[in-house]
């Protein structure tokens, strides 16, 4: 029975769990006590990464466990050592220093013989502050600091030197907090980018980028078909490390092997690395980097990688500690091991990038799994890896009368489900035919809800689906009935492997005693998916054609730009929109008719109904309401920008809230509990939520005060939004489709801004409005749900009309709200309403500080040169020269409306000048400053506007 405590301390870990996956990491569970990971295939190239609740079960079926990151695409880690070992001392802060400033090197004492690899470089410049993940407190050097790669750049593959390691995706993880540190006892912690401990893990999104020079330096260099595992610049010359590599490995002529210079190099530090002899005596720790080097180069495919993987165990296994060393060496490897040492099926189609097209095993011998039978009857074929008994499919070539032709040929299919698992299978053996059958299918088919947008894969999971999950952990937040996720290349990889049975294929000839060929066996055993061509997809997306690209999603049926109505759920290509109808809503149906009198007298009455018990202020406010509930429905045929609706109450209980839930469900809302003061961080939701969900109504609620915002205004102008989300590097550019909703009582709004709102006031003229009952439908927001069909079809008949009455638009005001404005006045009159104004200012609109002052100053002016033209030296002796004491007290109030900043410069005239010009024409209150002519003197001015 577990104990209450170790249950305790498993939802602890949990929580954990949860955290880093909500930060974007990926984790790999370790098993108890160890820095292991506690499951196959999670690691490496060719691993499959897990989900949180694969983490969770499996840390709960061992009662606990340590955590590791396995790293995104796009991001890398730099594993320093800087302490002692052994007795041997890791130098990989002075490394970091020498790479900074430009002096490097690894001395190699090869058979007696000092050579150097690296030498002196350009300086790299200092690496930027980055959280770092160690379990050694005090030491602010050793541990693994974690970059983001930028877009676009290739992926780093090279260590940068001595004691500092690069992990990646495809190579190492990173042991992090909570797990103890077998060794030490220490516990792993988060450090901050100032080296102070950290609350938990970072954000993947928040990483800095690795600079320029550093990627530069950790890229691959040409010419090493290795894809430089070791360095560029190396001061072994090619010639030097295939003659070591040659002489390792005992073979007559480097070229006959068909060495790599790139491997002969790691064989050279990996025969100096098991010669090094420390206090110990033993060269195991060094010899680590070099062996897993080997098995990189092995799985690419490099010649000389699997001999000298056999050399390098030798000299693993003889180091004289007494320590189990085959064991570890194994264990080191892990599978990668395997793939090596039987490399004949990846070898068929993996080559080095930049070598001949003979640099194959082409004699490696054969690996099948199986063992020859003439007939399935026989003796069935076994598959050594997991004892599976294997599905036979006779595919035997045969004539026209159907006999078989020779030899015999059938397909065993080692499916760990036999016969019960009926997925299509996915051969991935040859990762070129796969890649084109990937290019012809994403989009398609069983991956159909795959797209394109802004440069990526996108999935749209509905709330509840696989793949949603709360963008905010705010209370009171909700992201609306979808969202956007980037489908990453490991969330591509795993919607592959459940929806296909994947396998790679090995060929097996049976030969009778003379040679011929009898019998040939294709024997197809589970593989995974490979992660990283699939990230080489993901960066290409644009280029797919095949895969759909989604310009907007929407919940209800939509009014299409030629007035047709979109009303078939599923994508539509002629507009590029997604109409995903909400979990658990039926279509809504549209009638194809034209549309009667009695239909929208049907439709009017319906809205009338659901707006009956709403105090509106005015006609106009429930005219602008309306737009409200149109605007979604007729994004298409009336493009953005949209203004910004205020519902807005004079006090608590009136029923703003109310409002925007109605609206948002008709039509699904993103809703915020509060909108953000400062401008960054509003501006960081906006492209947050423009990237991320789907909702039409965006809704920022319990607003107070007064509302200023460049962000706010900026956004409510453009029709396209650009910015550059976080962990890019690149900016996005977003079509600004959504309704921008603000809740609050008393909201009041400042500057240009008044100029960008709709105003939608209710008052109950009561000093208790949440004591009313009195209501036709006491739970509205539940009628709304129930008819939401019928208030849907509703709305549609009346744009409808509109669209038939031959898509009229009234003359309403000529900004960039003009074409919405006089579209939603037709619809609305057209449909029996009156009262809409559009955009106007309300008297909850509040001046800025600037026009305040310019108000106070053209007033002043006014009442002291009348509608007389007037120099600033005018103004100047008025002020400095009043003779009478009347006259002196008004032209004191000449002289305090002048603005402070303009009385405070060196030369307050000259100044006073320049600030009339910059507000030329400006009118406040009915007032502008205009420039009557130009002379010798200077400029006349005359205020023009009320008279007095």
Known sequence: MVSAAADRSLEKLFQVVDLYYDRGWSLI????????????????????YLSAREVKDELAGRGGGGLAIRLPRGVVGLDVDDYIKNGRRKEGGATLRALEAGEIGLTLTVGGEAVTVGGRAAPLGELPAAPRSSARAGDSVSGIRFFAIPEGSPEPSRDPGPDVELIRWSHRYAVVSPTRHPETGETYRWWGPDDNPSDGPPRVSDLPNLPAPWMGHLAAPTGSGTGALTGAGSGIAEGAAVEFARNWLDVPDAADAGLCAGVGVIIAAALAAARREGPTGVGREDLKGPVLKLAQAGEAGCLGARAGLVRARDAYVSLPDGADHETKFLHLLGTTLDRVQNPTDRLRVWRCSVHAPDHFDREA????????????????????????????????????????????????????????????????????????????????????????????FVRVPRVGEEGWKPMSAVEGCDDGPAQVRAFEPTALADLLQRTFWVYKEREAVERDGAGTVVGIDYARTQATVNVGLLGEAVAGSVEWEGVPPVASVSHTPLVRADGSVLSAPGYDAGTAILYLPEAGFSP????????????????????????????????????SYIALLLTPLMREVVPPPYPMFIVNAHQRGSGKTLLA??????????????????????????????????APLVNFDNVEGVIRSKQLANLLTTATWSDRPLGRTASVDMRNDRIWLVTGNNVRVGGDLARRVQWVTVDPAEERPELRTEFREPD????????????????????????????????????????????????????????????????????SDDEVELGVLL????????????????VRARIEGAATPGEAASIA??????PMFVKLSKDRWKSLGRYLQSHEKQYVDGLRAIVAKRGRDGISWRIDGRTR
């Open 365 to 456: 011998a054969p690996v099948t799994g199986t063992e020859p039978t003439a007939a399935p009857s026989a003796r069935r074929p076994v598959n050594r890896q997991n004892d599976v008994q294997p599905l036979v499919f006779d595919v035997t070539d045969r004539d026209e009368d159907g006999a078989p032709k020779e030899p015999r040929k059938r397909v065993l299919e080692y499916r760990r489900g036999g016969a019960a698992d009926t997925r299509p299978g996915l051969d991935v053996t040859n990762p070129g035919a796969f890649y084109d059958w990937l290019h012809a299918n994403l989009g398609r088919g069983e991956l159909s809800g795959v797209f394109r947008r802004h440069g990526g």
């Open 893 to 898: 109030d000449l002289d305090d409306a002048i």
């Open 780 to 847: 509205l927001e539940g009628y709304v749900r129930r008819q939401r069909d019928k208030l849907l079809v509703a709305l549609l008949l009346i744009a409808k009309a509109w669209v038939e009455r031959g898509m009229p638009v009234e003359r309403v005001r000529s900004d960039g709200y003009a074409r919405w404005a006089g579209v939603m006045k037709a619809v609305i009159e057209g449909a029996g309403w009156s009262g809409f104004e559009g955009v106007a200012e309300s008297e909850d609109t509040v001046r």
């Open 588 to 623: 809504t149906r549209v009638p194809d008719e034209p549309v009667t009198t009695g239909q929208l007298d049907w439709a009017r009455a319906n809205i009338d109904y659901l707006l009956c018990d709403f105090p509106f202020e005015s006609e106009s406010h429930k005219a």
């Open 859 to 874: 007033d002043a002016l006014r009442a002291a040169f009348g509608a007389d033209e007037f120099l600033v030296k005018d």
């Open 29 to 48: 569970p370790l098993r108890p006590g160890t820095k292991v990971p506690a499951m196959q295939g999670v690691t490496g190239g060719e691993g499959r």
């Open 661 to 694: 839930r109605v609206a948002g469900a008709l039509h699904g809302y993103v809703h915020r509990p509060a909108l953000p003061s400062d401008d960054e961080e509003l501006r960081k939701q906006f492209t947050s939520i423009m990237l991320g969900t789907t």
